[in-house]
């Protein structure tokens, strides 16, 4: 653009651009062995509270949404605080000595559903499996 000159983004960016994060302390849930797993399946990223490329130090994580793409951003939102709110959960069950494994949530699907779909506008929601309306 000859005035705004070149206009760049990360491609993590791309769609709604939209980073929500949360600090949260998680120092027992950070040290089992599926917790990647938990966040990938939840749709979410750590890093440490130091921004991109840190690590955690006292078991303090910056969570946030992993996709900005093919959602919306109250979509996004929702995921972050689904999920915060799960890991929390999990975190005090395993400082009570209790096993968790019972709330290791599914992988979240996003099913996308083409214009003219009977089922794109029924409004059903379910917190670990989302039916993404997609438009064409």
Do not use: W
Request: proline share 4%; net charge negative; with cysteine.
């Amino acid at each position: 653009n000859e005035h705004l000159g070149y206009v760049l983004t990360c491609p993590s960016n791309l769609g709604t651009g939209m980073r929500a994060g949360v600090h949260v302390k998680l120092p027992l849930l950070s040290v089992h062995p599926r917790f990647d797993e938990i966040l990938a399946n939840l749709r979410l990223q750590k890093r440490g509270t130091g921004g991109v490329d840190t690590a955690s130090t006292d078991g303090t994580f910056d969570i946030s949404n992993l996709d900005r793409l093919g959602t919306s951003e109250v979509q996004q939102m929702q995921l972050v605080i689904d999920g915060i709110a799960l890991l929390v959960e999990m975190e005090q069950g395993l400082e009570q000595g209790k096993d968790i494994d019972s709330l290791i949530p599914q992988p979240i699907i996003h099913e996308f559903l083409l214009k003219g779909d009977e089922h794109a506008d029924s409004g059903d929601h379910l917190l670990y499996q989302k039916k993404v309306a997609y438009y064409l």
